[in-house]
């Protein structure tokens, strides 16, 4: 079971997810954009114990939505880890873009991601996020892109920081690209 909230409607579904230490609440503005650009955002709680696999749940229920032709996955620290991992687990075809932000993890299966890649880190936050980006970066298969950031921010402060028009836009642009893509 994954607690969640809906925006907006559309054919492209898009699930947005937190990282460890903060809830669905904060992905209200982004998912609200996405609802006023014609998408489906689901915001979702994690189980701690079972980040993955509240994904799944996730994608599942969004697979279920009567109008939804295509997915995309957005997580942050943790969540993004969580979404590699959903990615991977997930039946193939089901997942068509997903956007890790500074994943704490997930590298090690990068070679058998599904759909597009955002890779987003900043240059000068803690090295294991620079590092798990750089190898999601070299070993995921195309179309994938690593996007880096002068600066300390980490996961979520990474669209809400120095950087966040900029990052906000990327992320636009990037789900515009999945969205579309037929």
Known sequence: ????????????????????NKERRIWRPQAKTYARIG???LTIDVDPDYRAESVLGAIQYMHHEPNVRRLLLIGASTGGKAALEANVEAK?????????????????????????????ISD???????????ELAENAPEPKELQTYPG?????ALVVGKHGAAVRRRLKTFVSNVCTTT
């Open 1 to 20: 079971m994954t607690d969640g909230t809906l925006y907006g409607a559309g054919d492209c579904g898009i699930i947005l997810i937190p990282q460890s």
């Open 39 to 41: 998408h489906l955002a």
């Open 92 to 120: 193939s075809g089901l997942v068509d873009g997903t956007v890790a932000m500074s994943a704490n993890g997930g590298e090690e299966d990068a070679s058998d991601l599904q759909g597009r890649l955002l890779i987003m």
């Open 124 to 134: 000068d936050e803690h090295p294991k996020y620079v590092r798990v980006g750089h």
């Open 152 to 156: 300390e921010a980490h996961a979520r």
